[in-house]
């Protein structure tokens, strides 16, 4: 996508929504990249013990998956200035071939001096919030 300039968008303006899938191969792929190795992410018993349903997708994993609705609309990674999020709930990651998803959809909030932009992101799994105050303020191109 091409960068876009703040007069051609509006507080209310909708981002195109996403969808985007975890598998138990994707899990080990980012503990390996992130050497994030807790068990919880890993092993389904040990995960059951501690009271979770199932093993869960990390939550920077989730939260660094959530941006790109952001990111692949802007074209540019690196016009995220600041993004925060709280996680809500546990993403359980089934052990099958297909794994689960999280529905994601975001919006301009807010529009800033400098050609920046406020955007509030949704992210839902089984029609649950798994993440809240979810924002990213960027910037959009001249």
Do not use: C
């Amino acid at each position: 996508m091409t960068l876009v300039s703040i007069s051609q968008v509006h507080v209310g303006w909708e981002l195109p929504s996403q969808e985007f899938m975890f598998t138990r191969a994707d899990l080990i792929r980012y503990a390996g990249a992130s050497g994030d190795f807790n068990i919880i992410h890993w092993n389904e018993r040990v995960a059951k013990e501690v009271g979770l349903p199932s093993v869960i997708a990390h939550g920077m994993l989730t939260m660094g998956t959530v941006i790109r609705v952001v990111t692949d609309w802007l074209g540019d990674p690196g016009k995220v200035i600041e993004y925060s999020a709280r996680f809500t709930r546990p993403i359980p990651v089934p052990d099958t071939d297909e794994g689960t998803s999280i529905k994601v959809s975001a919006k301009i909030t807010e529009l800033l001096e400098n050609d920046q932009a406020v955007i509030t992101i949704s992210a839902i799994h089984n029609e649950v919030t798994v993440l809240a105050k979810t924002v990213a303020t960027v910037q959009l191109a001249p």
